[in-house]
Every structure is written in C-alpha cells, then in structure tokens.
C-alpha cells in the first residue's frame, strides 16, 4: 500500500526558508514521478517541483531558483527546499506521485496522479 506523509511546513516571515520532507512508502514503480503541489485558498492545485526515477528535475515558473527538490532513495523521502520565500507562496503542499511517469513531472495533470499525501500548510507573512 502506497503511503506518502508530508511534514515541515509552519510560519515564516517572507525571505526566509523551509524545508518540506515527504516519507514516500510501498511503491516499486521502476519509472514514476514525486512531485510537490500546492493549493492556495479559492486557487487551483499548481505543480510546483517534480522528480523522476532518474532524477531529472522540473519546476513551476513561480518557484524556479528559489525551490530545489530532491530525493533520498534509502531513506523513501523526497525534500523540498523552498528559499526566499514569500507571501504568495503561501499554500497548503502536498506530495504526489505517479508510477510511469515523464521527463517534466510538473507537466503532468493533478488529475493523473495516483496517489496523494495529507499536506502539510506553509504560511509566509509580509
């Protein structure tokens, strides 16, 4: 059973930085996508960071430069690194992933994918 549990998500003032993990468990996909969403109230779900089975890298344009994504295969748990972080940012994040997948996880529809963690909620102040 597939199981993905999101956590480091909190308050910080804008500039500042989070770190977001998700414990990614019970898949074997041999390709698949993990990708990092966001929904922000009254918004629709964006794409924000994604990673394939070989490591390639995708990223929304609104987080290009100051989001990095990355993955710890031993340890099942995908990191979002967000940087200068701001007020727009704000939004609860979810990790998701896909068996099969594409070379820009982020391009890939919300509605595609199988399997969905909890969220957890960034707030960035001004």
């Known amino acids: 059973q597939v199981e993905l549990e999101e956590s480091g998500g909190g308050s910080v003032q804008a500039g500042g930085s989070l770190r977001l993990s998700c414990l990614a468990s019970?898949?074997?996909?041999?390709?698949?996508?993990l990708t990092w969403f966001r929904q922000a109230p009254g918004k629709e779900r964006e794409a924000v960071a994604g990673?394939?089975?070989?490591?390639?890298?995708s990223y929304g344009d609104s987080v290009k430069g100051r989001f990095t994504i990355s993955e710890d295969n031993a340890k099942k748990t995908l990191y979002l690194q967000m940087n200068s972080l701001k007020p727009e940012d704000t939004a609860m994040y979810y990790c998701?992933?896909?068996?099969?997948?594409?070379?820009?996880?982020?391009?890939?529809?919300?509605?595609?994918?199988?399997?969905w963690g909890q969220g957890t909620q960034v707030t960035v102040s001004s």
């Open positions: 998701a992933l896909i068996s099969g997948g594409d070379n820009y996880c982020t391009y890939i529809p919300a509605s595609l994918y199988d399997h």
């Open positions: 019970g898949y074997t996909y041999g390709r698949y996508c």
């Open positions: 990673i394939n089975a070989d490591g390639g890298t």
